[in-house]
C-alpha cells in the first residue's frame, strides 16, 4: 500500500485522484501503458503535470492503482463461487458475472490484455498474489465437485480458463464483434449468456 492511500484525503483530494484514474485509464486502455505519458494523461485530466505529479509520483504508481482496482474487480465474481451452492448453477452464475464486468468494464479489460500481452516481469509476483490464493481456493472446489461426482471430470484448470477467454473476448474483441455483428451491446451479451451457459451446462451435467 502506498503513502498515498494511507495519509487521510479531502474530498477534492479524493474526486481529482479519480479523475486523473479515469483518464489514465482512457489512455492506457487505447494506447497501453508504454504509449501513454504523465503529460499526455495529465492532459487527458485536464490537470497540470504538476498538479498530478502531486497524487501520483509517477506513471507506474497510476499504472499499479489501476491494476489494483481492475483485480479486485475481477477477483469479486469468482470469490462469490459458493461451494456449498449447486456446482452447475454456481458455474453458470459466475459465467453471468465475468460477462457483466465484461459488459460494464471494458476499458479495464483492455487495460489488463495489454499488461498481459507485456508480461509483467516486474511486477508480475506482486500483481498476481492475491488472485492466485483465490484461483487455487477454487480450483479445489471444483475438484471437490468433481469427485463427489456432481459435475463431470473436466480439467478445471482449462474450465476457468475458457470461461475468462469467452467472456473477456466480448470486451477485448468488441471492434471487431461489432463489425461482423451489428446488434446492439445488450442484445449480444444477452445471447452470448445464453449460449456460454447452455455450453458449459451440456459439458458439466454428468453423464
Known sequence: MTQRKLRPRTRIQREKTEQILAAALDVFAASGFAGGSINTIAKAAGVSTPNLLYYFKSKEEIRRELLERTLQLWMAPLSLLNPNGDP?????????????????????????????????????????????????????????????????????????????????????????????WPESS??????????????????????
Open 186 to 207: 445488450d442484445a449480444r451479451y444477452a445471447s452470448a449468456e445464453k449460449f456460454l451457459t447452455e455450453m458449459y451446462r451440456r459439458l458439466l451435467t454428468p453423464r
Open 88 to 180: 452447475i448453477d454456481e458455474i453458470c452464475a459466475y459465467i453471468s458475472r465475468k460477462l457483466e464486468i465484461s459488459k460494464n468494464f471494458p476499458k479495464e479489460s483492455k487495460l489488463f490484455a495489454y499488461e498481459m500481452l507485456s508480461g509483467l516481469e516486474e511486477s508480475r509476483k506482486q500483481i498476481f498474489e492475491a488472485l492466485k490464493v483465490l484461483y487455487y481456493a477454487k480450483i479445489a472446489v471444483i475438484e471437490d465437485w468433481m469427485k463427489s461426482g456432481q459435475i463431470n471430470a473436466v480439467s478445471p484448470q482449462h474450465l476457468i480458463f475458457s470461461i475468462w477467454a469467452t467472456t473477456q473476448h466480448y470486451s477485448d474483441f468488441d471492434t471487431q464483434i461489432e463489425e461482423l
